[in-house]
């Protein structure tokens, strides 16, 4: 049983556009969401968190926005960059007792073209 | 940088063989997790530790052992390696708040 779907397996987008990734939920235990960007042959990189008692959280060029009635997060990369090419996962965690226990997406491969 | 360094970064092993991961850490973080990475299922977590040899069960736990001697190691055993078990293997230490963890480079394991 799949908690956190990410259902897009890639997206490909133009420099200095837009990048949308898309992370959905099933259990609304869920609190707090984490998105990771990971690149070939390195670990796991954090990137930007929400608490579900906000709805959106803004950091540079990422901005998460968090739709707990549709169990839906996405992550919105503006602009693009090619440097932005990896891998992108969602997390989601139950707070407090779940301590550092994450629960992950299938990831999404994100191509930023020059 | 969370301070993780993971050892070895690639093993070849063969079916039925003991393995061990380690996970080292300079800075005394309390938390500390295994999480192997598959394609299609993400990551998800092994074993993980909350002090020393205080250890417990995560999500696909099965043919993994782990240990904690001291508070900057974590080691993952695996006691008899299946092909099912080539993957790749990331140490992670929980900072600050504790929703948050940090990874390290992992390591590669192919077992044959």
């Known amino acids: 049983d799949q908690q956190v779907k990410q259902n897009s397996p890639s997206l490909s987008v133009q420099e200095g556009r837009i990048s949308i990734l898309n992370c959905d939920y099933t259990n609304s235990m869920f609190d707090y969401f984490l998105w990771y960007k990971k690149y070939p042959a390195e670990g796991p990189t954090f990137l930007i968190s929400?608490?579900?008692?906000?709805d959106k959280n803004e950091d540079g060029r990422f901005t998460v926005f968090l739709n707990k009635s549709a169990k839906h997060l996405s992550l919105h990369i503006v602009p693009s960059q090619p440097g932005d090419s990896a891998v992108y996962f969602c997390a989601a965690i139950i707070g407090g007792t779940s301590y550092g226990k994450l629960t992950f997406g299938q990831g999404t491969i994100l191509t930023v073209h020059p | 940088d969370a301070g993780i360094t993971q050892s070895p970064r690639h093993k070849v092993t063969e079916t039925g063989t003991p393995v061990t991961l380690r996970c080292h850490q300079t800075e005394n973080h309390r938390y500390m997790y295994w999480y192997r990475q598959d394609p299609g299922h993400g990551l998800r977590l092994i074993h993980y530790s909350y002090g020393v040899k205080d250890t417990d069960k995560g999500e696909v736990s099965d043919g993994y052992s782990v240990s904690r001697s001291k508070t900057e190691d974590f080691l993952l055993t695996l006691e008899s390696a299946t092909s099912s078990q080539t993957s790749v293997y990331f140490c992670a230490i929980t900072q600050g708040s504790g929703n948050t963890i940090y990874f390290g480079e992992g390591s590669w394991l192919t077992v044959v």
């Open positions: 929400i608490s579900s008692i906000k």
